[in-house]
């Protein structure tokens, strides 16, 4: 059974700063890997696929990593700013989508 | 293009009571999921939907069921609702493409259910 971990739970950083999140999962026969950010109260708005033939993705300020053989992906956020502050969750696609619990990122102004 | 449309947004129920969750898309894609997502928890896969006319339980079906009514619609039911189905539910969709899924998924916007 798939197992989604993501670490830190909870970063809290002043602005400008680059960060990682850091998503793991158990089984690496995946299709892609998917991150996504959640704000307080509203749905998931998808940010990077990675297909499972992919080391990473880039988009704007945001670069994700695929590395399936250790079973892990990374999401860097460059010159992160207080807009960023949601919660990150990453999902590993195989049978079926498997989410981790999310990083709750806190951008001070 | 509305994407993945959700209704109700909030619901309050009693225990006991029955409701549908509706979700709707016009995205024209094959595969539909339902989701719930509780603190700590994460979200946990609860019935999905491969095509239209198929369903298949997920992670924790105990206590719903499901309709693909059309490609367009995919319910979720709960028949007799608990206090321990207090969720934010949420519908996705995704296309399938060759028989793989390597497309991205998109989200409603979510259902916060209460149960007393």
């Known amino acids: 059974k798939q197992e989604v971990t993501q670490i830190p739970a909870a970063l809290s950083v002043p602005e400008g700063e680059n960060l990682v999140l850091n998503c793991s999962f158990t089984d690496s026969a995946i299709y892609n890997l998917q991150w996504f950010r959640q704000d307080p109260g509203k749905g998931l708005t998808s940010l990077l696929l990675i297909q499972s033939s992919q080391r990473e993705q880039t988009s704007g300020r945001l670069n994700a990593s695929l590395d399936k053989s250790s079973g892990r992906s990374t999401l860097y956020i460059a010159a992160s700013q207080p807009g960023d502050s949601a919660t990150y969750l990453c999902?590993?696609?195989?049978?079926?989508?498997?989410f981790g619990p999310g990083t709750r990122l806190s951008v001070l102004p | 293009n509305a994407g993945v449309t959700q209704t109700p947004k909030f619901q309050v129920l009693k225990t006991g009571q029955s409701m549908t969750l509706q979700c709707a898309q016009d995205?024209?894609?094959?595969?539909m999921y339902w989701y719930r997502q509780d603190p700590g928890m994460g979200l946990r896969l609860i019935y999905y939907s491969a095509s239209e006319g198929t369903t298949d339980k997920g992670e924790v079906p105990n206590g719903y069921n499901v309709s693909r009514l059309n490609k367009r619609e995919f319910s979720l039911r709960l028949e007799s609702a608990a206090p321990s189905q207090t969720s934010v539910y949420f519908c996705?969709?995704?296309?399938?493409?060759?028989?793989?899924?390597?497309?991205?998924?998109?989200f409603g916007q979510g259902t916060r259910l209460t149960v007393v």
């Open positions: 995205m024209n894609h094959n595969s």
């Open positions: 999902a590993a696609y195989g049978q079926n989508f498997v």
């Open positions: 996705a969709v995704r296309p399938r493409t060759g028989g793989v899924m390597n497309t991205e998924a998109f």
